[in-house]
């Protein structure tokens, strides 16, 4: 066992002279996996007949006991197992619908945040009672939770980014409910 270690390292450390390689098919196989040489092809480079190295090799390897290092597939005469069935299509006119829900949510909140630029939502609704917030109606987006004091309430038809974020938001919501489910 020693001695195929050695051999082995000898394979590894690169210091094993081909014709060595090609007595023994295991370390050819292994030479051929590791580093990506063909040794009948080397051996035919160098001069060095692959036919005489053929029979000794066979002979070594039945008498080395190196080819339990060979793994040997059976074969097999089980057919594959059979696919399952395609999966069913739907129809065109199950998958043509739109989506209403997302499409009412888009609208109104399109619609809420266009009023509340334009006139303002602290028309209908304003808690807050001081001067500011009399004349000043429009709910700042970022602030719902100061809509008692002064810091939540803006003038109307001045736009800021949270209104332009809630149209944009707005716009591609009812868009998306808009397109054909696929």
Known sequence: MSDARARLQQLLDGEMDPSEIAKD?????????????DIKALLVEK??????SQE???ASSQTSGSDMLIEVVPESNASLPALPPPAAIPEQGQ??????????LGLFV???????????IGDLYNPCTTDW???NKKLIWLAPHQISNDAGWGAVGTPGIPDYAMIGGATILTLLGLRKKS
């Open 110 to 120: 399109l619609v809420l945040a266009i009023y509340n630029l334009v006139i303002g």
């Open 25 to 37: 098919p295991t370390l050819a196989s292994l030479a051929e996996r590791i580093y990506g040489m």
């Open 47 to 52: 001069g060095i007949s692959a036919e005489g």
């Open 56 to 58: 000794t090799a066979s």
């Open 95 to 104: 998958n043509s619908s739109r989506r209403p829900l997302v499409i009412l």
């Open 133 to 135: 917030c009399t004349t």
